[in-house]
């Protein structure tokens, strides 16, 4: 059953503007994660955040976690053209499975 | 690096024939995994594995089958392949939970069945 589920579907900005998306879920998490996707590829890991924290950076890369929402926000500041990719949340309640939303379709114009 | 490697990147086959996906991974992980993608629907979990010989049915298994008899294997059989089963195919592996839970996937392999 779907567990994530990523909003907006697809987003199109400017190099060098911030990019937000946003995930929602449906149960008690143990942690969530966002990972990239290029087109025709597969998925690459980009970051974790576990239950008990609120917020992680990495990079260019801000990601927020609400529990009491069930929600997270993943953000990428000064967008690059590389950065245009599929985004996908992925929450993990048990540690061994994870659940996939649909994913945001991100462009970055140059 | 981890490195999870599948068989074949594209695949045409007809529908009735058996296929088999395979996925090797390098980094000695219990847990593998494969998921198909379809636009709209996200990843979709068919099969897991915890363990050599291990199985547990994910979201979507009708159709599929697996077999793990090595640690770094992890097979998806189609049985009798069908049109609605075009798709791509993913595979994953990570260590067990409570430890890195992090996903390491394969390239993909983009099935059409004719």
């Known amino acids: 059953s779907q567990q994530g589920e990523e909003d907006p579907q697809a987003l199109s900005i400017q190099e060098g503007e911030n990019a937000t998306m946003n995930c929602s879920y449906k149960?008690?998490?143990?942690?969530l994660q966002w990972y990239r996707q290029n087109s025709g590829r597969g998925l690459v890991h980009l970051i974790l955040?576990?239950?008990?924290?609120r917020e992680k950076h990495s990079g260019r890369l801000r990601v927020t976690l609400d529990t009491s929402k069930k929600s997270s926000s993943l953000l990428i500041t000064a967008s690059r053209a590389a950065d245009t990719a599929s985004y996908f949340c992925a929450a993990s309640n048990t540690g061994n499975q994870f659940y996939f939303g649909t994913g945001t379709s991100l462009t970055v114009i140059p | 690096d981890v490195k999870v490697t599948q068989s074949s990147r594209y695949l045409v086959k007809r529908t009735g024939e058996k296929v088999f996906l395979e996925c090797v991974q390098d980094?000695?992980?219990?847990?593998m995994f494969w998921y198909r993608q379809d636009p709209g629907l996200g990843l979709r979990l068919i099969y897991f594995s915890y363990d050599v010989k291990m199985k547990e049915k994910g979201d979507i298994p009708e159709g599929y089958s697996v077999s793990r008899e090595k640690k770094e294997r992890f097979s998806l059989i189609l049985e009798s392949a069908s049109t609605n089963q075009t798709s791509m195919y993913l595979c994953a592996s990570s260590l067990p939970g409570g430890r890195r839970e992090t996903q390491y996937f394969g390239p993909g392999t983009r099935l059409l069945v004719l």
């Open positions: 149960t008690s998490i143990n942690n």
């Open positions: 980094m000695d992980h219990e847990n």
């Open positions: 955040i576990r239950s008990n924290e």
